[in-house]
């Protein structure tokens, strides 16, 4: 069955930069979309940046500029390279991806969560 795999957070000092990966594993027929999300503590999950299958990103306007998504299709895998980062950044980070698996029908998933702290 499918499985989002996040990786990559870590403890970085405001102005540094960290790289979280995400790989779906098992058979999937089709991926719609795959991406980012975050929660702080006390606030609600919020979108951070999404990549489509036709190759379109989206991102929250407090990470343009200084976040980029990308992905590796062969792999099944979605990167996202954070620059510049700042305390307002600290959250944990969820893989999202909304997708087809081979005996199943389009549905969503998420990943265990890995945590970003940005502190001096």
């Known amino acids: 069955q499918v499985q989002l795999v996040g990786s990559g957070g870590g403890l970085v000092q405001p102005g540094g930069s960290l790289r979280l990966s995400c790989a779906a594993s098992g058979i999937i027929s089709s991926i719609n979309m795959m991406g980012w999300y975050r929660q702080a503590p006390g606030k609600q999950r919020e979108l951070v940046a999404i990549i489509f299958s036709g190759g379109t990103t989206n991102y929250a306007d407090s990470v343009k500029g200084r976040f980029t998504i990308s992905r590796d299709n062969a792999k099944n895998t979605v990167y996202l390279q954070m620059n510049s980062l700042n305390p307002e950044d600290t959250a944990v980070y969820y893989c999202?991806?909304?997708?087809?698996?081979?005996?199943?029908?389009?549905?969503?998933?998420w990943g265990q969560g890995t945590q970003v702290t940005v502190s001096s």
């Open positions: 999202y991806a909304n997708l087809r698996p081979r005996s199943g029908s389009m549905s969503s998933y």
